[in-house]
Every structure is written in structure tokens, then in C-alpha cells.
């Protein structure tokens, strides 16, 4: 593909310059697109840069969540952002009763810890599991989560500092 370019007579003017040199890039573009196409290469398409004309064309501007969506779907990001959501749409998943009592805690393997405010709010959400489930599967896909664990609120703790004393310790005093 060594074509020469064809040298301007020194009695040329600018405009004939310019033809002479827009038939040389022409003539370079035809010969790449028949290489290609010699090739087998016919996804490929040879178009003159700039202006893409009226029809849609990938470098078009896009959305800039049309084009996370894609990049997502791509790297295989789908799972890690539907576990994200559960966390950081609690309200939206559970309903905002069930989110102004309770918390996502931890989600690990397909299982979800939730910790509720009270062990009274605790037995109400493990009687309401499989509807919190078919909420969580509506909103951010099904086998993101396959199964809950419902903990009441978390009990203080005694046990301060490096050196404690084995033993039923400071509790004793309530009996």
C-alpha cells in the first residue's frame, strides 16, 4: 500500500494544492476499505470523520446511566451492585415501617443478617421473612438473597480492656 502522493507542479495555486492533496487522501482511504474487505474484515466501516449525518451512530452522545448500565453488564457487575442496593435502599426494598426498625447488617453468600431494633420487631420480621424476601427479589433480583437472619438488638457488653476475670462476673450482682 506504498502509493505515491502526487507532487504539485510549482505553478500550482492553493486551491489546486488542496485538490491534489484531498484525491491523494481519498485514494489511500479506497485502497485500506478493498484491503479490508479482501481480508474478510466487512464490520469494519470506512466513514469520512466529522459529521455522522441524521441516522444514530455509536459516537453519538449517550446517557451517562445507559453507559454505566452497559459497563456493569460488561464487567459483570450486576451482582455486586444488586447487594449494594439492599444496603444503600433499605427503605425503598423493606417499606419504611420495616426500615425505621431495623437495619442490614452483613450479606454474605446469598444470606442477609438483619438486626432489628427491639427483640419484639426481631419476631415480627422473622414472621414477615418470606415478604421481605419477595420484596428484596422484586426490587433487586432474585438469588441475590436467599435467606434471612434476624437478630434482636445487641446486648452490652461487660468485658473492657485487655485483662477481664473469667466467670459470670459483674452479672452476678443482678440475681
Not at 453468600?109 to 427491639?118: C, H, K, M, R
Request: no cysteine.
Amino acid at each position: 500500500m506504498s502509493e505515491s502522493v502526487p507532487t504539485p507542479k510549482p505553478e500550482s495555486n492553493g486551491p489546486q494544492l488542496a485538490r491534489a492533496a484531498l484525491d491523494a487522501a481519498l485514494k489511500k482511504r479506497a485502497a485500506r476499505a478493498e484491503a479490508a474487505a479482501a481480508q474478510g474484515d466487512t464490520n469494519r466501516r470506512y466513514r469520512p470523520r466529522g459529521y455522522s449525518g441524521p441516522g444514530p451512530d455509536p459516537r453519538d452522545p449517550a446517557k451517562l446511566g445507559d453507559v454505566l448500565a452497559k459497563l456493569m453488564k460488561q464487567r459483570g457487575w450486576q451482582r455486586p451492585t444488586a447487594e449494594a442496593t439492599v444496603f444503600g435502599e433499605w427503605e425503598k426494598v423493606v417499606g419504611p415501617d420495616v426500615a425505621a426498625h431495623s437495619r442490614p447488617v452483613k450479606l454474605e453468600n446469598g444470606e442477609l443478617t438483619v438486626e432489628a431494633e427491639s427483640t419484639a420487631w426481631a419476631t415480627q420480621l422473622r414472621l414477615l421473612a418470606r415478604t421481605i424476601l419477595g420484596r428484596i427479589g422484586g426490587v433487586v433480583g432474585h438469588n441475590v438473597v436467599t435467606k434471612l437472619h434476624i437478630h434482636g438488638p445487641a446486648a452490652p457488653s461487660w468485658s473492657h480492656g485487655r485483662k477481664r476475670v473469667r466467670g459470670s462476673g459483674p452479672g452476678d450482682t443482678y440475681g
